[in-house]
Every structure is written in C-alpha cells, then in structure tokens.
C-alpha cells in the first residue's frame, strides 16, 4: 500500500519522453558503398565514352537486315525449343512419379543424363549425328539421309529442346509435389482417373511454383541459343560475327547484339512478372472463397 502510495504521488512528467529528441542513426557504411557504387559507374561510362568505339557503327548496325534476321531466329528458337522442353518435362515428370519401374527408370535415366552432360556437346552430338546414322527412318517405308534432316536448325532445336526438358521435368515434378496431398486422395475418392486429376487438380495448383523457374528458363534460353552458333545456326551472335569479320568493327556489332539481348530479356522478364502477379491473384481468390465459409461458421 505504501509503495502504492509513494508511486501515486509522483508527478508523471518525470515519465514523460516528449522533451528527448530523436537522433537518427548514422548509416555511414551504407554512404560510403553507395559512393563507390557511383564512382564506379561513372568510371565505368567514362572509359566507354572515351574508349575507341564507333557509336555510329553501332547505330548503323541496330537495324540491319542480317541483325534482325539474326533476333527473328533467336526468339523463333527460343519459343520452339522452350515448347518441346515443356512437353517433355511434363511427360517425363509424370513418367518420374509413376508407380510404373520402366516408366520412372527411362525418366531417371532421361534426366541424368541431359542435365550431366554439356549443352555443347549435346548440340555437336546432333549435328554430327551422319557420322553415327546415315540414314533415318523405317527401312522399306521411308528413309532419308541424315545430313538432309538434321539441319543446324534441327539440330539447335533438338540439343537445346531436349536439355531443357530434363530441367523442366524436375521444375514440374516440384510443382506436382507441393500440391496438398488430400486434394489428390479426394479427387482418387470420387472417381477421376490419374490423367484428369493432373490436369484438372493438380497442375492449376501447381503452376504458381512452376512459373518463377520456368520465366527464368525462358530467359535463360534466349542467351543459351547463342551456343548453337558453333553448329552454324544463324541466330543474332552468329550474324554479327559474320558481320564484324568483313568489316572489323568487332566491339561494335558485339555491343550491339548485347543491346538485343538486353531488349529481349527485359521484355520476357516484365511478362513473367505480370504472369506471377496473376496467378498470385488466382490463389488468392481461391483462397478466400475456401476460407469464407468457414469464416461464417465460425461466426
């Protein structure tokens, strides 16, 4: 009761913390990195500035017929190969997660050996696929010399499709498993046979996991086409090599396949977002339409 008392009577200004002034915290680490990072790049567009580079090259280049029918190949493969990829990491993700051994073991096999071995030397192994098979095809029905089918574009589409399916098909196989477990004994429960519950149930599900990884393979696979440059494939990097060895202008039409390539991605990573973003949204309205319910319960 005395300290009761005692507590009571003194004045609450002593308690008062209005009169303290707030000193903020000085962050000079973060000052002094931000100072280099500057420094930097000025000296960074300095030296490009006063480097020995024909600016006007690069301009008259930009738009050249053999540039841009170099960047019409790289995204037309880019789409090419990241379609075949996703089928076949689709199917080999299902193949993977099957109860069935000789299915799972091929998909096994598939994916060791695609993701272990180099994309280069999967694209000369197809390019030089005549030295192996010189023909292709059903004996007495149909046969065609190898060098005739596995044209540089053939070849870049198969090397560059076929890789990137491995790597879809663990992306997938991800996506599958994050879906709850229950949604899948449910839909087992009420009859759906395994193919109509993965692509009525689980894939919807599982795409807000398998988009990130696979917005990224897409850009990914943009810069990966330059390497099919070594088997004659005319994307961007190879026409301007072909350009710059007449004319010698090497860092110019370099910079200007660098600018390209910046363009494309930049593009493609804005759709990804905006992919993300929406189907962010669709979770979230699915979300709240199961979670209502028993909200009102509750209530």
Not at 54 to 73: D, E, H, R, S
Not at 161 to 187: C, F, H, M, P
Not at 197 to 208: D, E, F, G, T
């Amino acid at each position: 009761m005395a300290n009761s008392e005692h507590t009571a009577s003194v004045p609450p200004a002593i308690y008062s913390i209005a009169h303290l002034k707030h000193q903020p915290r000085r962050h000079y680490g973060r000052w002094l990195a931000a100072a280099l990072i500057i420094l930097a790049l000025a000296m960074i567009v300095k030296a490009f500035a006063q480097g020995q580079i024909a600016w006007p090259v690069v301009g008259q280049f930009f738009t050249a017929p053999a540039i841009l029918a170099g960047l019409w190949n790289t995204i037309l493969m880019t789409i090419c190969a990241m379609a075949l990829g996703l089928v076949l990491g689709v199917v080999f993700a299902i193949m993977i997660m099957s109860p069935n051994p000789v299915l799972k073991y091929v998909a096994v096999f598939y994916i060791w050996f695609f993701r272990g071995t180099p994309l280069l030397l999967q694209l000369l192994l197809w390019f030089n696929l005549a030295l192996i098979f010189p023909t292709l095809g059903i004996p007495g029905l149909f046969e065609m010399r190898t060098v005739d089918f596995m044209t540089p574009f053939m070849a870049t589409l198969l090397g560059l499709g076929i890789n990137q399916g491995a790597y879809t098909a663990e992306v997938v196989r991800g996506g599958i498993l994050s879906v709850d477990n229950g949604q899948i004994e449910a839909a087992k429960v009420i009859g759906m046979t395994r193919l109509t519950m993965l692509r009525r149930i689980v894939l919807p599900q599982a795409m807000r996991v398998i988009i990130p990884p696979v917005g990224n393979e897409v850009i990914s696979m943009v810069k990966l086409t330059s390497v099919a440059s070594v088997i004659q494939y005319a994307e961007i990097l190879r026409n301007a090599q072909a350009v710059y060895y007449a004319n010698n202008r090497v860092m110019e039409l370099l910079i200007v396949s660098a600018i390209w390539y910046l363009a494309v991605v930049t593009i493609l990573s804005i759709g990804q977002h905006l992919l993300e973003k929406h189907y962010s949204k669709s979770l979230g309205r699915r979300t709240g339409k199961r979670t209502e319910p028993a909200a009102a319960q509750g209530a």
